[in-house]
């Protein structure tokens, strides 16, 4: 893997071996990640669907008042979030029951269903809220699911670029639905016009479910469940190293500490064990609240406002008609996905989450800003030519969507993901892709509105992202550590739950040759461990 030691810049990528960067590892992160483009491919058909002619006459939106229509459509947009935010919570006990890899295909299940259901609901709204309902549970669970599934299967040199597939396939998605859109309205007509870019979101619900179900379990939920057998099976599958490699036993013993660590700390694992251990002790109580205030954040960028309603958008600067519209929305589709290709490629591993955290944080507001000042200074008129200051504006756009995905769009995913302990990792994934949820359904039901009445054609909606753009940096200053390169078990040492028993043995080593044991030599008992044979087994617990 050559190609990854020239890209990637860390230290982790300079030590481990480069036969952990097989086939394997990549598939299964690609296979997954269709569960974000599942999510993209919603978030971008819904904002063009609702603008066609067709739609619009067999939902009867004509007609109806400016505000009676932004009412409606919110409705229709933001029914899917509700789902969404169900889904979200409920994987979690799914995931940390059962596993990831059967959730994983029980939402790319319930997404189907939910689009058959809004395929056929044919002008009945009621038909069309509830396939968006259960769309929506399965997309949810599925942006729980994919980046703790990719995240705890992935070598920790690209971790955050694995992870990261998943906001690229979002992008892809996003950039799909909008020329599926834009094809649709040229060249199809009748209830085909709007029918056809709703069922076509169900290929990426059926290419997840094909290609997780020929993948692994995650071998760190293997282990969670003491079944170290299988978990040691699938972590040499897929590292393509021998058992008693040094590099899989490293990774072995680091989960098996990381697992006695926490049992010591708590001990039970019910419910109300976990969330006693997830807020009582302070290193799990910051990394909770930091992965709400990071999907906070997300969302509170404005993204999914443009996302959503980006003809409507596009319109009030200026670019007039259904065509015209959908056209700059998918090259505003074909932005993100090579902004956010990029940053994966050149900056998710070298550069880093938090710096890419800080200077996204600025320009998005500068963005935002000259939008918004544009609209109130010289808002567009019907029919007239579009001023050179309306370019500007046209352009932060393309702008705005390029640093997202150089910064909270990937990045927010990844430390989610990567940074809560073991034992706490799909909880704190679920409740930050439910807050995520929570408030992109906020979002999309508050921006028809606000580009309705937050002054002459919504300049004051701008404002407000933009406003939110600048304080997210203070966040990122003060509450958000770098995590490149650090492998998952070392996240404890990171946010100081508890101290290391390795690295305090090693220390204390130094100034005496009396030592106490290592804390966490009962654990790494139950590793798979060479007897004098050179057969491979598992010792007692």
Known sequence: ??????????????????????????????????GGMLFGWDTGA?????????????????????????NLVSNIVSTLQ?????????????????????????????????????????GHVAALYVGRFFAGVGVGAASMLTPLYVSENAPRSIRGGMTGIYQLNITIGIMISFWVNFGALKHNSGD???????????????????????????PRFLAKQDNWEQATAVLVRLRNLPADHPYVRMELEDMAEQLENERRLVGGATFVDLQREMWTVP?????????????????????????????????????VGPSNGLFATGIYGIVK????????????????????LLWTSIAQGIAMFLIGIYIRTNPPVKGADIPPFGYVALVCIFLFAACFQFGWGPVCWILVSEIPTARLRAMNVAIAAATQWLFNFVVAQAVPRMLTNVGKAGYGTYFIFGSFCFTMFIFV?????????????????????????????????????????????????????????????????
Request: aromatic residues 10%.
């Open 1 to 34: 893997m050559g190609i990854l030691n020239k890209i990637v810049k860390n230290d982790a990528m300079k030590s481990d071996p480069t036969e952990i960067y097989g086939w394997r590892v990549w598939v299964l992160a690609i296979s997954a990640c269709f």
């Open 46 to 70: 819904i904002g063009g669907i609702i603008v066609m002619p067709r739609f619009k006459d067999k939902f009867h939106l004509t007609g109806l008042s400016d505000k009676a229509v932004a």
């Open 82 to 122: 509700a789902g969404c935010f169900l889904g979200a919570l409920i994987a979690y006990y799914i995931a940390d029951k059962w596993g990831r890899r059967p959730s994983l295909l029980a939402a790319a299940a319930t997404a189907t269903f939910g689009i058959v259901i809004q395929t056929g609901s044919s």
């Open 192 to 218: 085909s016009q709007w029918q056809v870019p709703l069922a076509m979101q169900m290929l990426p619900a059926i290419f997840m479910f094909v290609g997780v179900f020929l993948c692994n379990e995650s």
């Open 283 to 319: 290193g799990n109580r910051k990394r909770a609240l930091i992965s709400i205030g990071l999907m906070v954040c997300q969302q509170m960028t404005g993204t999914n406002a443009i996302n959503y309603y980006t003809p409507t958008i596009f319109n009030n600067l200026g670019i």
């Open 337 to 356: 996905v090579v902004a956010c290709a990029t940053f994966l490629l050149f900056a998710a591993d070298s550069l880093g989450r938090r710096w890419s």
């Open 477 to 541: 200053w003060f509450l958000i550590p770098e995590t490149k390169g650090i492998s998952l078990e070392k996240m404890d040492d990171l946010f100081g739950v508890v101290e290391n028993p390795k690295l305090a043995d090693e220390e204390a080593g130094k100034h005496s040759s009396t030592a106490e044991p290592s804390a966490h030599k009962a654990t790494t008992d139950a590793i798979p461990n060479d007897d004098a044979t050179g057969a491979t087994h598992v010792g007692p617990k």
